[in-house]
């Protein structure tokens, strides 16, 4: 075992563990700050939906729908912004490996309630738009796969692809007697 695995970096890095919770750390901010700003944006047009002359001619499932993205979009925008208040409060206490672990959850489920307060606020506003339910359905369910495609499915694929070259690499070099490519 080499001494960056020893202490806690990845290959490639010597770094101590609280190197790399501090290294994490700063990268999630950098990563959060795009979608804390783009969930606010959203929530705070979602809020002002309610007090246009349009709103008060909605059907009673669209309200509903309305409402539902309403609570969808705040609680996305609370679990973006808990990190940064985390760090506030427990700043000093040498926790910083849990923020991170704590703190990349909380912007997993902020990001996957910002893409269903999308999908939904498309929902309403095709639904609207076009009068047309089936098609505000269809559209909007496509919109919150095409999250779920790349968001989750395409990184767990070039995760696996990755795992997949290693693993292939490691097996090469386990193989006496057989002389190694330098490059492709």
């Not at 010597?14 to 290294?23: C, G, L, M, N, V």
């Not at 990190?83 to 996957?112: C, E, N, Q, Y």
């Not at 929902?123 to 989750?152: I, P």
Request: charged letters at 20%.
């Amino acid at each position: 075992m080499d001494d960056s695995a020893q202490s806690g970096g990845g290959p490639g890095r010597d770094e101590s563990p609280q190197e790399r919770a501090d290294r994490q750390w700063d990268e999630m901010l950098q990563e959060v700050r795009v979608a804390q700003t783009g969930a606010q944006i959203l929530f705070g047009f979602l809020l002002s939906v309610a007090f246009t002359p349009r709103f008060a001619s909605l059907g009673g499932f669209d309200k509903g729908l309305y409402t539902v993205t309403v609570v969808l979009g705040a609680c996305a925008t609370a679990s973006l912004i808990a990190p940064v208040s985390f760090h506030r409060l427990l700043a000093g206490h040498d926790l910083k490996p849990v923020l991170v672990r704590t703190g990349s959850r909380l912007i997993g489920l902020g990001l996957t309630l910002l893409a269903l307060t999308i999908g939904c606020a498309l929902l309403l506003l095709l639904r609207t738009a076009t009068g047309n339910a089936v098609l505000a359905a269809t559209v909007s369910a496509c919109a919150v796969a095409y999250f779920a495609a790349t968001w989750l499915v395409l990184p767990f694929l070039l995760l696996r692809h990755e795992e997949r070259r290693q693993e292939e690499r490691r097996r090469e070099g386990d193989r006496p007697g057989e002389r190694r490519s330098g490059g492709r």
